[in-house]
């Protein structure tokens, strides 16, 4: 599986293949247009409810993934849905937060390739 994540924020490139938001929340002052969004895909990202509890703070992180794994498990038809997506060929998971390391969508593409229980 051809799968990397990347700022929202940073331009489209070629290499990114199809390019999919899979936050909750349209990202702050982006246009659409700039986004260069194929798919937005609210539907996988963590609940708002998670999204604040975890407010992004690295010292959550372990605790967050495995909540946000057990979202994913109880949501199977969005994660099939994104799984047919990348099934398309190489994706490229867009996320706003600033942390390239601790963001959902970081959290999203480990659970992807089987590397969160």
């Given amino acids: 599986m051809s799968l990397h994540i ?3 924020y940073e331009p489209a490139e070629t290499k990114d293949g199809q390019r999919i938001l899979v936050d909750r929340i349209w990202p702050r002052g982006l246009t659409k247009e700039k986004a260069a969004v194929d798919t937005w895909l609210k539907t996988v990202a963590p609940t708002t409810e998670l999204r604040k509890w975890f ?3 690295p010292a959550l992180w372990a605790e967050f993934r495995a909540r946000y794994a057990h979202e ?4 199977p038809e ?3 849905q994104l799984r047919d997506l990348i099934k398309a060929g190489k994706t490229t998971l867009l996320f706003a937060a600033h942390d390239p390391a601790h963001n959902n969508a970081a959290a999203l593409a480990d659970y992807l390739n089987g590397d969160l229980p």
């Fill in 6 to 8: 990347k700022r929202v």
């Fill in 55 to 57: 407010n992004h703070d």
């Fill in 72 to 75: 994913l498990d109880a949501n």
């Fill in 78 to 80: 969005a994660v099939k």
